[in-house]
């Protein structure tokens, strides 16, 4: 009786990931042309990872947020990035790059101000930062808009065969990619060290890897770097200009029948997982859950690789857990334009927003 009674909760709220306190997930939930499936597992003391789904009759929008540095970065986009999307879509008739560009700048903006106001007694969140990852489906359209290193990748069913392949839909923008290392060397002429290999990676200043975020205003605004308050915390860092940017990329895809559905997702599932393993695990398993599956797989490659098993390290702590993998967040998009008559619709005519608890190990302890 009581598991009868739990399930209605479960599928609006999420539950607790099979035994671990770390992880949080969301089974199955409508979206207006389609279903969707949200998990997130922790590895840092405080969760850095964001995410959330904001549906409606008309458009469904996505947000991976993965935060550095510490959580408050991406905590205050998954607060802000949405309300400016609505805003300036509102006031100019619906969703375009612009549009998307507009809110992002907004959002960097107040980050921007929340950094000054908080300068004299937390100097050093001018070096916290967030990737972010967007995505917007409306009618047969689909933006995806990006800084950072978090992903979106397409599965689309092969016309003559019973099988899909994988289509990366964003851009990493991190020093590892070489493409990324020629662009700020072009960017910096002046400076050989713009990009140097430290700690066993390729980092910029020798510092962080992303080359474009949301935050860490200390690498983009140089008066903060030469404070002698910040410094009090962070190394003196000479430089002459920004070295990286809020500006993102953006992609405009109409969508198509043979296009079954999204993956969002932060980057520590891409370090464990190729586009192609992850596309194939959704394609071949059931939807129910499928987000849980991806990052059950993830942490089993991760366990592999240390000659563990997932269930040892279901064991670890928060914060020496991040010694094994990175929190993970992924949503699972699917899309339905050729069979909407057969799966739930989003109904009503308000917004729905699905937030992924701000820190999972807190959540948890609530709960219990």
């Known amino acids: 009786m009581m598991r009868s009674f739990l399930r209605p909760l479960e599928r609006c709220f999420g539950r607790l990931g099979g035994g671990d306190g770390l992880m949080w997930h969301m089974d199955l939930k409508p979206h207006a042309s389609g279903e969707f499936s949200i998990a997130v597992v922790q590895a840092n003391n405080s969760l850095e990872d964001q995410g959330q789904v904001l549906t409606s009759p008309s458009a469904t929008f996505v947000g991976v947020y993965d935060g550095h540095g510490g959580p408050e970065a991406s905590r205050f986009v998954s607060n802000r990035l949405f309300p400016h999307l609505d805003r300036f879509a ?29 300068w004299p007694s937390r100097p050093q969140i001018a070096s916290v930062g967030s990737c972010c990852l967007v995505g917007a489906i409306t009618g047969d359209t689909l933006f995806v808009a990006n800084l950072g290193d978090s992903r979106a990748v397409l599965g689309r069913r092969v016309r003559s065969r019973k099988a899909v392949v994988a289509e990366r839909l964003s851009t990493d923008h991190n020093v590892a990619v070489e493409e990324v290392r020629k662009e700020l060397a072009e960017l910096h002429p002046d400076d050989k060290q713009i990009v140097v290999h430290t700690r066993g990676v390729w980092r910029i200043k020798g510092i962080i890897q992303v080359s474009r975020s949301i935050g860490d205003i200390y690498l983009k605004k140089p008066g903060f770097s030469r404070d002698p308050l910040f410094q009090q915390f962070v190394a003196p860092l000479p430089l002459k ?42 394609f071949k398993n059931p939807r129910a859950g499928i987000a849980k599956r991806l990052v059950h797989a993830a942490l089993n490659e991760a366990a ?13 702590e928060k914060g020496v857990r991040r010694h094994i993998h990175d929190d993970i967040t992924v949503i699972v998009i699917y899309l339905d334009q050729s069979c909407q008559e057969s799966r739930p619709r989003f109904k ?21």
């Open 304 to 316: 592999r690789k240390r000659e563990m098993r997932y269930g040892d390290i279901k064991k670890i």
């Open 241 to 282: 200009r920004p070295v990286i940017t809020s500006e993102p990329s953006i992609q405009i895809r109409k969508l198509t029948p043979h296009d079954l559905f999204l993956i969002f997702a932060s980057d520590g599932l891409w370090e464990q997982l190729s586009d192609e393993t992850a596309v194939d695990i959704v």
């Open 90 to 118: 509102s006031e100019q008739g619906g969703v375009s790059a612009e549009v998307i560009k507009k809110a992002f700048d907004a959002t960097e903006e107040e980050f921007t101000h929340l950094v000054k106001r908080s």
């Open 348 to 368: 009503g005519s308000h917004y729905d927003c699905t937030d992924t608890p701000a820190d999972i190990f807190a959540s948890n302890s609530n709960e219990n």
